[in-house]
């Protein structure tokens, strides 16, 4: 039954991404067509996204300790699918805008409780030392789909057009559904008992997210990977920020794309090599530091004159030892974190992590100099 629901999981995360990956990519690339008009859409689909996770993160945590995991995964799958399906049927481009912004917002809703409600099912249905295997495996999954997701799903625009993207995307979630459907737990004995908390007022709610905090203030280590988390993401956001300007930088064409390329070579490999590296305090640490290292030797080829390859190995090293680190971090909560807080924990961290990267790119984009100024000279010619 476990090795069944290890499977079953996997496919369910896989499907589920497709359809996340999918959708945004292809209506960033059809949105950004627009122009100018485009632009002005597609600020308001990021930051309606970011502002979304950020409100509905620490609810999806609360909501997931105290109700149905599995059916809080059928649920949002299920109202994605539909979504997706439903605006793909809106003939007019314009009426079409507003439908995907529109639906970006409920996926984005639906995003935060699915993601969470996954990360605290995972030590239920799975056996306990196969944890860190399965977390290992899904990112090596993920990692070689993000790779060939942009090519796949720019075909199917481009040759089909944005709504058979759209219903591509319902029916990925659909069979998300359908995966999820399948699995076995145990959600049910916890159920019988009293649900007041999962239906109560916003009160209840909220006293449970508190809760989550609490216990996360009492526990040592906890407290301890949520400040990683906290300045990891701070100085992540510097480097998404300063990485689509390489080109620029180090003054030479395709550096940027060829980064990208051995950063999900390394995620990837990372991937691979976590589930032999034993899941301890200090073993993560390394692998931070390891990955610290690797984005300084990302900048030397602006001080020494050496090969433009070096940095591309920077990147490969810096992207290994971080999705060691990823995989590592969330095996370790998945193991050490009572079932019950399980959920709050989750929406904890990543809801700290996205607070936090907008101030890392504030910070980064006010430093005088921190970007050549000839990379934000417009080209008139």
């Known amino acids: 039954m476990q090795k069944q ?8 995360k896989l499907l589920d991404q497709i359809g996340n990956v999918t959708y945004d990519y292809a209506n960033s690339v059809w949105i950004a067509s627009m122009g100018i ?13 970011t502002l979304i996770s950020i409100i509905f993160n620490p609810i ?32 007019n481009d314009q009426v079409l805008v507003y439908g995907i912004i529109v639906a970006n917002v409920v996926l984005s809703v639906t995003y935060s409780f699915s993601s969470t409600a996954f990360k605290s099912i ?16 899904v990112e090596i999954v993920l990692q070689v789909f993000s790779v060939v997701s942009p090519v796949m799903t720019y075909y199917i625009y481009v040759n089909f057009g944005i709504r058979v993207a759209l219903m591509i995307n319902g029916f990925s979630f659909l069979g998300s559904f359908l995966t ?3 699995i076995v737990d145990n959600t049910d004995v916890k159920d019988t008992g009293d649900k007041s908390t999962a239906k109560g007022t916003f009160k209840e ?4 997210i508190k809760y989550g905090l609490s216990y996360i203030m009492s526990n040592g280590e906890l407290l301890e990977l949520l400040i990683l988390s906290a300045l990891i993401n701070f100085f992540l956001a510097v480097y998404n920020f300063l990485l689509p300007f390489s080109n620029s930088i180090f003054g030479t064409e395709e550096v940027y794309s060829r980064l990208l390329f051995f950063g999900a070579i390394g995620s990837i490999l990372g991937a691979f090599v976590s589930k032999f590296i034993t899941n301890t305090r200090s073993n993560l640490l390394l692998s931070l530091g390891f990955s610290g290292l690797g984005i300084a030797y990302i900048g030397l080829a602006n001080f020494f004159p050496i090969s433009v390859v070096l940095p591309y190995i920077g990147n490969l090293v810096f992207m290994t030892f971080l999705s060691i680190y990823n995989i590592h971090f969330i095996s370790r909560i998945q193991q050490r974190v009572a079932d019950e807080y399980l959920g709050r924990v989750f929406s904890a961290v990543f809801t700290v992590a996205i607070l936090f990267m907008p101030l890392g790119t504030l910070v980064i984009s006010l430093i005088p100099g921190a970007v050549s100024s000839l990379t934000f000279t417009p080209n008139y010619s």
Do not use: H, M, W
């Not at 995972?122 to 495996?137: C, E, G, T």
């Not at 709610?205 to 449970?208: A, K, Q």
């Open 5 to 12: 629901n290890y499977f079953k999981l996997l496919l369910s």
């Open 37 to 49: 008009l485009g632009q002005k859409y597609l600020g308001i689909y990021q930051i309606l996204e």
């Open 60 to 91: 999806a945590g609360a909501i997931a300790d105290s109700s149905n995991r599995k059916r809080i995964l059928l649920v949002s799958d299920s109202i994605s699918a539909l979504v997706c399906i439903l605006i793909s049927l809106i003939g």
């Open 122 to 137: 995972v030590p239920r249905v799975i056996d306990s030392d196969r944890v860190l295997n399965f977390n290992s495996l």
């Open 180 to 182: 999820i459907l399948t």
């Open 205 to 208: 709610l909220f006293s449970e």
